[in-house]
């Protein structure tokens, strides 16, 4: 009776370890995945809030025509009125309707 009980404890306890450890990797996988999700939304929050800063900044029409008079000696052209966007909602709509032409 002592062996059986002894056998069943000792299972009992590889069982756990075993599970312990496979549930501690799954966890530090997904916490590595967490991580490396985390760096990308940051890199793309921060590439979102450097096309708005430009947005806000090329947008005001003071600010080009002071542009266009100090670097007179290059030559520009004009934009096409379908690339032009009113706000970075509407280019993101627009880009999002290409890239769904594209898949």
Do not use: G
């Amino acid at each position: 009776m002592f062996k059986k009980s002894a056998i069943f404890v000792i299972f009992c306890f590889f069982l756990l370890t075993i599970t312990t450890s496979l549930t501690k990797n799954k966890a530090r996988n997904l916490e590595k995945e967490i991580l490396k999700l985390e760096k990308e939304i940051s890199q793309i929050e921060k590439q979102i809030s450097d096309a708005e800063i430009d947005y806000i900044y090329l947008s005001k029409p003071k600010k080009l025509i002071t542009q266009i008079k100090e670097f007179k000696s290059e030559e520009y052209l004009s934009y096409d009125r379908s690339k032009i966007f009113f706000s970075i909602n509407h280019f993101l709509e627009q880009n999002s309707k290409i890239s769904k032409y594209i898949k």
